[in-house]
């Protein structure tokens, strides 16, 4: 599998960040064993980060999976802030509701369960801060009814963008080639859109990041 980075300089950056303990790291362990995607602990932090910059009052997320970067998030929202999270998995829903009950942020999350290609358009508050990580399949779509959902000035955050460095891979698997044209597609898409400032970053799988004009 290509790397993104080189092994020895990711291990040089890992031995900085501390495994967390407690709920994020049973959350950690129980995503790993049971091959359950989740943010990249990298990547965590960069959110973190956004989230604790930007202040957001409302932030939706798309791609709950176990609730692990929905926990993240909440921890930094101030006391009357919210998070939308949709998750469309029966079998994450109630994984992640007992996670969210056990985190003590529950009154700071909203989980919508179903679709999001079918929620979002009913939607009708507009957010701060959009957190994309869904089907890849469904990125395109997701992008534009997020444009429409985010506020001004609004900040989108997107996992994924590097695709395990599948998207400058002269060979492909298999299996992975379909997503991975819906990346490189949706990537073309992302950077070259006038509503965004919009740029890729090479942390955990690559992030995108784009702040609505």
Known sequence: MPKIIYSSQEKYLESFISKPDGLLGEMEMFAFENKIPILHRHAAEVLEQFIFLSRPNRVLEIGTAIGYSTIRIASLLKKKS???T?????????IAENYFERSGLNKKINLIKGDACQIMPSLKRKYDFIFLDADKEDYEKLFFYSLMLLKKRGVMFVDNLLWHGFVAAAKIPPKYKDSTNHIKEFNKLFLSNDALMSSIIPVGDGIG???KK
Do not use: C, F, H
Not at 88 to 93: G, V, Y
């Open 82 to 84: 919210m998070i939308d």
């Open 86 to 94: 949709i998750e469309k998995s029966d079998d994450n829903i109630p």
């Open 209 to 211: 990041i784009g702040i």
